[in-house]
């Protein structure tokens, strides 16, 4: 069994900081594949904009059992700040159930967009 070391640095920027979460070794197995989903261009999610998307904006959010990313939008550098924005005010202004949490959005890098 064949293993190599990965190394992670983590950070999250969200509305008003950026925060340094983790920083971790992983060991990945060789041995160990996954099926791979087909590579497809992701575009900006601004409005007219017809750039790839670098960024991925969303919030962690919970009903007390489960938790995912509600994703806000995708976004180039040049749409950044407004829709940042657009997904803060989103994110305040939504009703949650009882047992729900909805954190604040944060900016995720994307990998290679080609």
Do not use: H
């Not at 190394?7 to 509305?15: G, V, W």
């Not at 995912?68 to 700040?81: I, M, P, V």
Request: with cysteine; hydrophobic share 35%; glycine share 2%.
């Amino acid at each position: 069994m064949s293993q190599s070391r990965i190394f992670f640095r983590q950070y999250l920027y969200t509305c008003d900081q950026l925060i340094f979460i983790s920083e971790f070794n992983a060991v990945q197995d060789s041995n160990y594949s996954t099926l791979k989903m087909p590579r497809y261009p992701v575009y900006c999610s601004g409005k007219n904009c017809k750039q790839l998307a670098i960024y991925k904006i969303a919030a962690k959010w919970s009903d007390g059992v489960t938790s995912e990313l509600k994703t806000y939008s995708f976004t180039c550098a040049n749409c950044l700040t407004n829709l940042l924005a657009d997904a803060c005010i989103r994110q305040m202004n939504c009703v949650l159930a009882n047992a729900e949490t909805l954190e604040k959005p944060i900016i995720f890098p994307l990998p290679s967009n080609n």
